[in-house]
C-alpha cells in the first residue's frame, strides 16, 4: 500500500457519459504509487473556471469537443488566466487533432474513446509531474 497524497481530478463535459467514460477508463487509483482519486464533474466551462479558482484540483481532463464552449478553448483560459494551474489533459476525438491539443497549451491528450489501458497511465504521469513540481512535457 502506498502513502500517496490523495489527487482531485475535474472531469469536463457537456455529456454526462463522456464523465462517466472517463471515470470508468481511469479508475479510482490509476497507479500504485499515484494516490486515490477524488473526481469532480464540471457540465459547463464556467463551473470548470469557478472550480479550479477556488484551488485543490490537481489535474483537469477537458472534454475537446464539450459545447458550447470546448476543452481546447478551456485549456487555453486557464493556461493564461490561471498562476498555478493544475495539469491539464484534453480529450481528442481525432489524432490529427493532437496540433489543437499543443496550441491548447495542454498537458496531455487522451483520444476518445477513452482507452482504459491508455488513460490511467496518462493521468498518473500528469498526477506525478504535479506533485514532483515537474512542468508536464506536453504529451
Given amino acids: 500500500m502506498s502513502d ?3 489527487a482531485t481530478v475535474l472531469v469536463y463535459s457537456h455529456r454526462p457519459e463522456i464523465r462517466a467514460a472517463v471515470r470508468t477508463a481511469v ?3 490509476p497507479a500504485p504509487d499515484v ?32 459545447q458550447p464552449t470546448g476543452g481546447l478553448a478551456l485549456s487555453r483560459q486557464l493556461d493564461e488566466e490561471i498562476a498555478d494551474r493544475p495539469a491539464v489533459c484534453v480529450l481528442i476525438a481525432r489524432q490529427p487533432d ?23 497511465a496518462v493521468v498518473a504521469e500528469l498526477l506525478r509531474d504535479r506533485v514532483a513540481g515537474r512542468p508536464a512535457s506536453r504529451r
Avoid at 486515490?36 to 490537481?58: H, I, K, R, S, Y
Avoid at 493532437?98 to 490511467?120: E, K, Q
Fill in 4 to 6: 500517496a497524497a490523495p
Fill in 27 to 29: 479508475g479510482r487509483r
Fill in 35 to 66: 494516490g486515490p482519486l477524488t473526481w469532480l464533474e464540471c457540465e459547463t466551462g464556467d463551473d470548470v473556471v469557478a472550480t479550479v479558482d477556488n484551488g485543490g484540483v490537481d489535474l483537469c481532463i477537458l472534454d475537446g469537443e464539450a
Fill in 98 to 120: 493532437r496540433w489543437l491539443a499543443h496550441w491548447s497549451m495542454a498537458d496531455g491528450t487522451l483520444a476518445f474513446p477513452v482507452d482504459p489501458l491508455t488513460a490511467p
